[in-house]
């Protein structure tokens, strides 16, 4: 029997892996749930109709996939923990018939499918000290040095001076854009910027360097391996 994880995101699925085969660990990791967006997937947050829909295609095609364990993994954003479990368990509550509710990330409860097939499905939020996404981890466990991204905290302070804003959430993509593009890319991928220097390639940045410009024994990382050592 399997192990599946529904994630929100491209980028989050490919990071997903990446760190799922470091572990080593038997998971898959699904199509993401906003599958058809850019490299700012979901930026106005996760809705409850686009996660219904996920878990209800799952319900329907689960005879065909022996699963027997499923990971929910959402960016926790500016939520606290509370209202993204009442936002899973809502969603969950219209699709399987539940043997008790998620009460906290990183614990199993018994679902059912509507054919009536026994699973166990645990929860997880992205995030950096109860907020945040996955650039929020990137950015947390970046492992090279950072100038050209870094430089941006001047340019923030500048715009406040000007009295406009940047969500944190728009600034951590955008730095760590920049540190993908110009603090890691070498001279002769920067010929070819967008292909390897790019989230919109994040795949190829992973496999050629991920364990360079990452840290991935960063202890911001340890509630996630916690995760998915779950499913070993």
């Known amino acids: 029997m399997g192990n599946l994880l529904i994630v929100e995101s491209k980028n989050d699925q490919q990071f997903l892996q990446f760190l799922i085969d470091y572990l080593n660990c038997d998971i898959e990791v699904d199509a993401p749930i906003c599958i058809n967006q850019d490299d700012y997937e979901c930026l106005d947050g996760l809705s409850e109709r686009q996660l219904i829909t996920t878990l209800r295609d799952l319900d329907e095609n689960l005879q065909k996939r022996d699963i027997a364990r499923i990971g929910i993994i959402l960016d926790q954003d500016d939520y ?12 969950l509550a219209q699709v399987f018939h539940l043997q008790g509710q ?8 018994a679902v059912e499918s509507s054919q009536g097939i026994p699973l166990r499905l645990a929860c997880y939020f992205t995030n950096v000290e109860g907020q945040g996404e996955l650039e929020t981890i990137l ?13 941006l905290e001047r340019w923030r302070d500048c715009l406040s001076g000007a009295e406009k804003q940047i969500s944190d959430k728009d600034f951590d993509k955008f730095w760590w854009n920049q540190y993908i593009r110009y603090d890691t890319c070498s001279p002769k991928e920067q010929r070819q910027a967008g292909r390897k220097c790019s989230m919109r390639h994040f795949d190829y940045v992973l496999k050629h360097k991920g364990s360079k410009i990452l840290n991935l024994n960063h202890p911001a990382l340890q509630s996630l391996k916690d995760f998915l050592e779950l499913f070993r």
């Open 80 to 91: 606290s923990q509370e209202e993204r479990l009442n936002f899973v368990n809502c969603c």
């Open 102 to 109: 998620l009460t906290g990330v990183n614990q199993w409860i």
């Open 139 to 151: 950015k947390k466990i970046k492992s090279q040095d950072s100038p050209y991204a870094d430089c």
